[in-house]
């Protein structure tokens, strides 16, 4: 079983489409993330939702919408993609919100042609 | 704006070597310091510290924190090719939902 799963595990479109990545998890945690990995592997965090609610929404652009459905599905929206959102987009919850690990998904690779 | 900072960037040893991370950091109301592997995909937890001096083991992986000097190390004995990996540091801030993550440091164990 798949604690922290993702889909898809690799996109490739062109600049300008949009395009969704969705997360679920399974292990019954209130927290989710989306972070950012990029060429030189390093990770940022883009979004967190906790129990639903949005609580950190750092400086991406409007371009990037997160969507919480219900606690255990933190989707990720990306609209007029550019070549410049290439990377590895990991999904990661936490079962303690501000005191436990992060649990990551095995990542979306997306490459923007 | 909290920060961490591991050196080196990269490190290339031989198989059966002993090889010690350095992770710093300067963070508001510290609460813990995070370890974690990453291969290929996910990074995979490794340890979580929040007292000084007490130190963490799993087999050939052992780590401590300092927090006076706000660094911590993540020694690897007798290294393995299994051991290739980036590794990846991050700190919590009390209070805080966020990780903030250092840049990693890429290790590669050749036989």
């Known amino acids: 079983d798949t604690a922290v799963s993702q889909t898809p595990k690799y996109l490739v479109t062109q600049m300008g489409n949009d395009k969704s990545i969705k997360c679920e998890q399974n292990?019954?945690?209130?927290?989710m993330y989306w972070y950012k990995q990029d060429s030189k592997k390093f990770l940022k965090i883009m979004f967190s939702?906790?129990?639903?609610?949005?609580?950190i929404n750092e400086t991406v652009p409007n371009r990037f919408s997160p969507k919480s459905p219900d606690k255990a599905h933190l989707n990720l929206h990306i609209n007029s993609l550019e070549l410049g959102d290439s990377a590895v987009y990991f999904c990661?919850?936490?079962?303690?919100?501000?005191?436990?690990?992060?649990?990551f998904g095995e990542g979306s690779r997306l490459t923007v042609l | 704006e909290d920060k961490v900072v591991q050196s080196p960037l990269s490190l290339v040893v031989h198989e059966g070597d002993t090889v010690t991370l350095n992770c710093s950091y300067e963070?508001?109301?510290?609460?813990?310091l995070l370890w974690y592997k990453q291969e290929k995909k996910a990074p995979t937890f490794l340890f979580m510290l929040?007292?000084?001096?007490i130190e963490k083991k799993s087999g050939r992986l052992s780590s401590i924190l300092d927090k006076k000097e706000l660094f911590s190390i993540l020694n690897i004995t007798a290294t393995q090719t299994g051991d290739s990996a980036i590794y990846l540091c991050?700190?919590?801030?009390?209070?805080?939902?966020?990780?903030?993550f250092g840049k990693g440091t890429k290790l590669s164990v050749i036989p």
């Open positions: 990661a919850s936490r079962g303690q919100p501000n005191t436990g690990e992060l649990f």
């Open positions: 292990l019954g945690h209130d927290t």
């Open positions: 939702y906790n129990n639903k609610e949005l609580i």
């Open positions: 963070v508001t109301n510290f609460r813990s």
């Open positions: 929040t007292s000084s001096g």
């Open positions: 991050a700190v919590n801030r009390a209070g805080s939902y966020q990780l903030t």
